[in-house]
């Protein structure tokens, strides 16, 4: 089975910095797009930003130049690296990874249980 875990939310001021963390295991042959959501109360998931297995990224307009998405492909980790933090930007995060399960054929999404994300002074 595949487990995908997210660590590094918690109460941040305005102007300050968090490091979100998301870590996939179990039997993976290949992780292909790695995605950071958020959803704020009241409000639809929103695709924060991704990044794909070569590299290419990809931002909302409401954090691009705020925010940088990295990835360890040998530990199948992804980061988002929130600047600049906003009140706006509290919510919970959720990673989402299209990854291909050993023995199998075809990508499928797995998602991580959140993380609060709070901005607030």
């Known amino acids: 089975q595949v487990q995908v875990v997210e660590s590094g939310g918690g109460l941040v001021q305005p102007g300050g910095s968090l490091r979100l963390s998301c870590a996939a295991s179990?039997?993976?042959?290949?992780?292909?797009?790695m995605d950071w959501y958020r959803q704020a109360p009241g409000k639809q998931r929103e695709l924060v930003a991704r990044?794909?297995?070569?590299?290419?990224?990809n931002y909302a307009d409401s954090v691009q130049g705020r925010f940088t998405i990295s990835r360890d492909n040998a530990k199948n980790t992804v980061y988002l690296q929130m600047n600049s933090l906003k009140p706006e930007d509290t919510a919970v995060y959720y990673c989402?990874?299209?990854?291909?399960?050993?023995?199998?054929?075809?990508?499928?999404?797995?998602w991580g249980q959140g993380t609060q994300v709070t901005v607030s002074s």
């Open positions: 989402s990874t299209g990854l291909r399960v050993s023995g199998s054929s075809g990508y499928t999404y797995y």
């Open positions: 179990g039997s993976i042959f290949s992780i292909n797009v």
């Open positions: 990044i794909t297995s070569g590299g290419n990224t």
